[in-house]
């Protein structure tokens, strides 16, 4: 079993919330902790709007407590009354993730019997307890440029697979193949883009991210092999036609990597095509399907190159503007 940090943290924070209480004298000094723990979110973003929620709503769950228990009464209907008042008001206010903290204000307040000034000053800063020590405690966040490193080779392993075993099932229906790296990339991207959303939010001053675009770009080429596949399985085996098509993709197998070569392959592609138009036409309509099916995998191709042409700058071109300089 494993033990995650917000797990660690809220283990940590919750009895130093509660020690501080304890210190400051205040009663109902448990509730620092659940405080806290309600504080702690995946990351800092989402902590600090966390925080900002909590506080708004439990400001006004103070006011409203104070309007209702003291000028109507301290009755179980009345409590039923300003919570159907209160919980419309606080998601109005954009606060509803503090409806679960005010209520514990809330009912603090409700079992007192007599809010008084003091109580009220009490609570105040059982809150700043409770949400501060949340805060603090989560300013604390792993990095994960180690993980996405991983997930990012892993997955480009897997996609030189996948365009190799493309390349032999053209050349020779080689129907070993079963599949699974099109199901593993598709985890790790996802897996991918939910770690760098979450290290994106613990920049609290940075809006990019190097790996953002690298992983949303990989996810729009899978989709493409997903297109792909049906079309090869209905090109012609064993002749010119196939045997220069395979080759194109052992190519590109041999080329992902985190850089920019596509102009290369687009270059190849486009010479590639104009040799294409000068076969013969189709005479029959199996040969009519399968031309038909070659041109639609090649703009399958055309595609995936695009969007890894637009991922970033041509490597190729920097390396030209850097020899031309010297």
Known sequence: MKIGYRTIKTAIGT?????????FG?????????????????????????????????????????????????????????LAVFIPITVWLKASPG?????????????????????????????????????????????????????????????????????LYIRDKNTVWD?????????????????????RENHLLRAE?????Y????????ELFRNMLPLV???????????KIAAFFEGLAESVHPGNTAIVFLEQLRLLREEFSKVELPSTQEEFETRANLFRLLHEIEDYLLIKKRYKDSDVSLLKHRKSKH
């Not at 000094?29 to 979110?41: D, V």
């Not at 991210?209 to 675009?213: E, M, Q, V």
């Open 179 to 199: 599949g699974k790296e099109l199901r593993e990339s598709e985890e790790l991207l996802q897996e991918a883009i939910r770690l760098v959303e979450i290290d």
């Open 99 to 167: 409806i679960a903290t005010s209520s514990v204000i809330i009912l603090n307040l409700y079992m007192s019997g007599n809010i008084t000034v003091s109580l009220l000053l009490q609570q105040a800063i059982l809150i700043l307890v409770g949400i501060g020590t949340g805060l603090l405690v989560n300013l604390y966040m792993p990095g994960y440029e180690h993980k996405l490193k991983q997930s990012q080779t892993k997955l480009e392993r897997h996609f030189q697979r996948i365009l190799a075993e493309i390349a």
């Open 215 to 222: 992983f949303k770009m990989r996810n729009k080429q899978l």
């Open 233 to 243: 399985t209905k090109l012609p085996n064993r002749d010119d036609l196939s045997f």
């Open 26 to 82: 205040l009663t109902n000094f448990t509730s620092a902790g659940i405080l806290t723990i309600l504080t702690i979110k995946p990351s800092r973003k989402q902590s600090v709007l966390s925080a900002w929620q909590r506080l708004l709503a439990c400001v006004v769950a103070s006011i409203f407590s104070f309007a209702f228990f003291e000028l109507i009464g301290f009755y179980p209907i009345v409590l039923g009354v300003m």
């Open 209 to 213: 991210h190097s790996y953002y675009d």
């Open 15 to 23: 009895p130093i919330a509660i020690t501080i209480a304890q210190l």
